[in-house]
């Protein structure tokens, strides 16, 4: 008989060996499936990690890709550490590119030392506000957050493709003949352009800087202030929290409103990094929102290790695009990144439960 | 004759406690038999090793002189022992019949198919010969507490059980669905079935039951037949005699100014209804009041409505002459009132955060603490060692997880916060439960010392020992009301049985 135990302790070597062993049974799995799709295992895994991270370009690449799963890895990651399972870091984001581009568009072409700060004050705000409609559902009348922040990302995924698509809206290019026939956003202008710093030949993204450093500040926050303080006790025991006269309410309102407002601000930088424009099909196509949720679950919802794994998965994923061609299709690439995350989800499991492979005897009871 | 039902000398241990010792156990065909006892005593471990749930470490179970050897629930039931659990184990939005023939693995549950109609017309009927008639295709949350009871009863006898064990079934039910109920389980026992029947309200077990074992502190400790007993010989077997004033150890009780004032306090409960339906007391500076009761009569709702925990529905607490806003526990916390929780680890704590965390549970706004927003981490671990130190918290440190520490020591983590915020008044559930002799001792010395300090103590067990060893003033509450107060001095541990177990005084 096969039992799922709950760990009561939880060894340390374990946190090492079992995150390291899923990526190994990760790629054990992969190479069965490449040498049955009559690829070279060993070929494609070194130009995988060559493309995501050997040399300068690729490596640089790997930053842009990274750029986004930062923000919204971040976004959960502050949610969950309380128990709250804001889903909705997708949508946030697209409030907060959305504000983020009317408040570039909207400063004009003056300074980027105005339109910048403008952009992402907009952004947070726009995240913020829309991850408040689950959060005062749920602190007030109960709602599973799950759910309401999840159907949310739909709505913002109408609004976003509404804005450009569907109405002459003030994101909405209506200059240019071609953008009459073909609609797109309107060009953000050059001082909405977020710089990028240069390390020896690294090219880094303003807004990846920004991720870092709200990480930091996450960290502080969380492990160094009141705040931080009240929002472990709650997510360890809301009935500890209440005891003690925490404020619940108020709290869940301020950690959602945190966690959305720097998914809003990853929606900023999409506007000013990358794509200059309000990109509805860009950012609904990426999945960032989601993509944020595995990351802040592997990072076991750490800051820095949120940092690390959002290089990683960007890594990977920016290693997809370059693989993919006409000997090695793109469903391949999402076959392999999807085992790598499964591998690694499947790997938390064991950190918490273990597996015991014995005739059972009971061995929950309790004094009744 | 054979008995129906036989435990021979069945004992069962828990870590740190023997919840059965040794326990001898027997009941007849058409009986009903009482099982009477505190909580604590060994009932509910003992219809648990009945029913399959556990399997007693020694001793042995015979059914109508067969013995038997239960390894998980069904087994039991295929030996025709049912079980109406307290709390209901039912399916809230399956019809009755459906949840009749829930997990009745010999017949219609079985089947692929299943014949609702068919069903539906068995379970009325049952209904209408045992006078417990419930609409067969109403879905459970439709029901009241007292009909879902019904629908527990109506599963037993659908798979035609033999032994019947009810577990304080009139917990939900209002006097009246009372006693249809125990007009139903007389019925029952008229048929020959055996009724086992858990209680500790006296006067239900007087009325109902032809024979009563009492249990006390995992051992069994007399049958006797109910029409020779009183319920005062019954309250005094189910307490004990002996206990009376062994424990106490005098102290001056200067009594001063009122510290606690509770007036007219009503509240509602977890399960709908009033839990405190008018509760007034005062506690006055350096004197313990305990609150003795029952299990379930309001006792948790009267505490955490003190605390703050809870919002009153009417009524107010005050602290030093001075209101305190209803449902708010910071405001209580500031105004001195300390609690020690009924469950010390996920109320008491926050069971995986550091002992030092918890440590400062409460005070981690203070200026010792923080300064601004930010935490003084270093203040905080030293305080949090000084403490473990000084309440000899064993195998504490400040970043060990709470919950890896034993109940014992984690109490004394709790205690080390609530004394050091230098309370007004002190709150204290069941400070001892499931703790072992030496903890108990300490705890107690613990309270002894606030009280002696000063602080106002409310101290709410259902330990009737504790209470004679600890109290200067006894009040009881039964059903969210206080039935009775007595001076320690002059309570007797029959009259304070009596009125636990909703008895009159006279």
Redesign the interface.
């Known amino acids: 008989m096969i039992r799922v135990e709950r760990r009561l ?1 939880q060894p340390k070597w374990l946190m090492f060996a079992v995150p390291i062993g899923s990526v190994v049974v990760a790629f054990g799995v992969m190479t069965l499936v490449l040498l049955v799709t009559h690829h070279s295992p060993g070929h494609t895994f070194l130009r995988l990690f060559e493309t995501a991270f050997v040399g300068r370009q690729s490596l640089n690449a790997t930053f842009v890709s990274a750029t986004p799963l930062l923000f919204t890895g971040l976004c959960a990651a502050i949610a969950f550490r309380m128990q709250i399972f804001n889903i909705g870091g997708e949508g946030q984001l697209y409030m907060g590119a959305i504000l983020g581009a009317a408040a570039g568009i909207a400063v004009g072409n003056h300074s980027g030392w105005v339109s910048i700060p403008a952009m992402i004050a907009a952004g947070a705000v726009g995240g913020a506000a829309f991850a408040l409609i689950p959060a005062i559902l749920r602190a007030f009348l109960s709602t599973n957050e799950i759910i309401t922040s999840l159907m949310l990302n739909y709505v913002g995924a109408l609004v976003i493709n509404y804005l450009i698509f569907d109405s002459q809206s003030y994101w909405r290019d209506t200059s240019s003949p071609t953008a009459k026939v073909f609609p797109q956003g309107k060009s953000l202008p050059a001082a909405a352009s977020w710089p990028v710093a240069h390390v020896g030949a690294l090219v880094l993204p303003f807004g990846l800087i920004a991720g870092a450093v709200i990480a930091v500040v996450i960290w502080v926050l969380y492990t ?4 931080g ?1 009240e929002v ?2 709650i997510g ?2 809301p ?9 619940t309410r108020r709290k869940i309102l301020a950690v959602m409103a945190l966690s959305g407002a720097v998914a809003g601000i990853g929606g900023a930088s999409q506007d000013g990094d990358f794509r200059h424009t309000l990109d509805p099909r860009g950012l609904t196509s990426a999945g960032y929102g989601y993509a944020g949720i595995v990351i802040a679950a592997l990072a076991r919802y750490n800051p820095f290790a949120v940092c690390l794994v959002a290089f990683l998965l960007g890594g990977v994923q920016n290693a997809g695009y370059a693989l993919q061609g006409a000997d090695f299709p793109s469903g391949l690439v999402g076959v392999m990144q999807g085992l790598i995350l499964f591998c690694a989800l499947g790997g938390e499991l064991l950190i918490r439960y273990r597996v015991r492979f014995a005739r059972g005897t ?1 061995t929950s ?4 | 004759m054979v008995a129906a039902v036989e435990l021979r000398a069945i004992t069962k241990r828990f870590p740190g406690v023997v919840a059965n010792d040794r326990v001898d156990f027997e009941a007849a065909e058409g009986e009903v038999h009482a099982l009477l006892g505190e909580n604590g005593a060994g009932k509910s471990t003992l219809s648990n090793i009945l029913t399959g749930l556990y399997r007693p470490d020694d001793g042995e179970i015979l059914i109508r002189g067969a013995p038997v050897s239960f390894h998980a629930p069904r087994d039991a039931l295929d030996a025709g022992i049912c079980m109406v659990h307290q709390h209901f184990r039912l399916v809230p939005p399956f019809t009755v019949a459906e949840n009749v023939i829930l997990g009745d693995h010999r017949g219609e549950g079985k089947k692929l198919m299943v014949h609702p109609r068919r069903i539906e017309r068995q379970v009325a009927e049952l209904g209408e010969r045992y006078r417990i008639a419930v609409d067969p295709r109403a879905r459970i949350w439709q029901l009241s507490l007292g009909e879902q009871q019904r629908v527990e009863i109506l599963k037993a006898l659908y798979r035609e059980a033999r032994i019947l064990i009810l577990d304080e079934p009139t917990a939900v039910l209002t006097p009246q669905e009372a006693s249809s109920l125990f007009e139903t389980l007389r019925v029952m026992a008229d048929e020959g079935r055996t009724i086992i029947f858990i209680s500790h309200k006296l006067h239900e077990v007087k009325a109902v039951s032809d024979r009563v074992t009492v249990l006390r502190a995992g051992k069994n400790v007399d049958t006797v037949s109910t029409k020779d007993a009183t319920l005062r010989s019954l309250a005094a077997l189910m307490v004990g005699r002996e206990v009376a004033m062994a424990n106490r150890v005098e102290r001056e009780t200067g009594t001063g100014e009122p510290v606690l004032e509770v007036r007219d306090l009503w509240g509602a409960g977890d399960r709908g209804g009033d839990a405190l339906r008018g509760v007034s007391l005062t506690v006055h500076c350096g004197e313990i009041v305990a609150i003795a009761g029952v299990a379930g009569n309001g006792q948790r709702e009267l505490a955490e409505t003190v605390t703050g925990m809870r919002s009153a529905s009417r009524g107010d607490v005050a602290v030093d002459g001075r209101r305190l806003r209803s449902g708010d526990a910071r405001e209580a916390i500031r105004a001195g009132v300390a609690h020690v929780p009924e469950d010390r680890l996920h109320t008491g704590v926050a069971p995986s955060l550091s002992i030092a965390a918890n440590i400062v549970l409460k005070s981690y706004r203070g200026s010792e603490n923080a300064n601004g927003p930010l935490l003084k981490l270093r203040a905080i671990r030293e305080h949090a060692a000084r403490l473990i130190h000084r309440y000899d918290v064993r195998g504490g440190s400040p970043e060990l997880p709470a919950r890896q520490l034993s109940g014992g020591n984690l109490q004394k983590v709790v205690l080390a916060r609530e004394f050091h915020g230098a309370p007004r008044v002190l709150v204290v559930a069941s400070p001892t439960r499931g703790l072992d002799v030496a903890a108990i001792e300490t705890v107690h010395r613990y309270l002894r010392e606030a009280a002696a300090s000063g602080v106002g103590v409310l101290l709410i067990s259902e330990d009737l020992d504790e209470i004679l060893a600890l109290a200067d003033r006894i009040a009881v509450i039964y059903e969210g009301v206080i039935v009775g107060e007595r001076d320690a001095g002059e309570a007797t541990v029959e009259e304070i049985g009596l009125l636990m177990a909703g008895g009159q005084s006279e």
Do not use: I, N
């Open positions: 302790t160094r202030t009141r705040f303080f472990q006790v360890d025991s009935r500890a929290a209440s005891y003690a006269g925490m404020r009971r009871e309790a004094v009744a």
